[in-house]
């Protein structure tokens, strides 16, 4: 795998001061996660996030073989979660289409955007992972796609979605792709304090997904 350069993206990102009285596993995730976004992946040493969360450099060898194993740590669980939450709101919304990706879209929009530090990490960093630790993480992005597959296919057969056709034919995985690239990047430029609060803009998200695939007002 070729190495690329690391693109500075650590404008605007809170200063990596993780010495809250947590446990010191989570103190070197979240102060990875930080130095990770502010300075990239290659830059950053052991011993800069073991000094961002106040822990000594033996520390991080209590919990992680290396600083390899954390970024895969850090990655996973928090993709991880997210597929978990996707899961749990499509199945409390009911039997709709339209409700489920309505549920999708929000739990999926607010978390990358409150959650920035750990999607810009998770999506610009992986590309240093090998091909065995990046298995699972692939693994469960597939999973998270496949949902919106399902509800769209859903919303089809029960004539509730109209999506775009190419030849007049539907590709619903090229669909669910390009809602969820759309719904991902909102992390890229989201910030707090803004016109629109989290859940704001994710009502805003939903509203335009549901536009795009066609769906028909509810009953």
Not at 60 to 85: C, M, P, V, W
Not at 107 to 134: K, Q, S, T
Request: net charge positive.
């Amino acid at each position: 795998m070729s190495k690329r350069k690391t693109v500075g993206a650590g404008e605007g990102l809170p200063e990596a001061t993780e010495r809250e009285a947590r446990p010191p596993v989570e103190a070197i995730r979240a102060a990875a996660f930080a130095q990770f976004a502010e300075r990239g992946y290659p830059v950053v040493t052991v011993r800069d996030i073991m000094k961002a969360c106040g822990l000594t450099q033996g520390a991080l060898y209590n919990h992680f073989k290396s600083k390899d194993e954390l970024l895969h740590d850090i990655i996973a669980s928090t993709q991880g979660e997210l597929e978990r939450l996707c899961q749990e709101a499509v199945k409390g919304a009911g039997a709709d289409p339209r409700a489920q990706l309505a549920a999708f879209v929000r739990v999926y929009v607010v978390r990358h955007c409150r959650l920035r530090i750990e999607a810009l990490v998770a999506n610009r960093e992986i590309g240093w992972l090998d091909a065995a630790r990046v298995s699972d993480i692939r693994r469960s992005r597939r999973a998270i796609r496949d949902i919106v597959v399902t509800i769209l296919t859903r919303g089809v057969e029960s004539g509730v979605f109209d999506p775009p056709r190419v030849d007049g034919k539907h590709d619903l995985k090229a669909i669910a792709m390009a809602l969820l690239d759309q719904c991902t990047h909102v992390s890229m430029w989201y910030g707090p304090g803004g016109d629109l609060a989290e859940e704001q803009m994710a009502k805003l998200y939903t509203e335009m997904v549901l536009r795009v695939v066609g769906a028909r007002l509810q009953d």
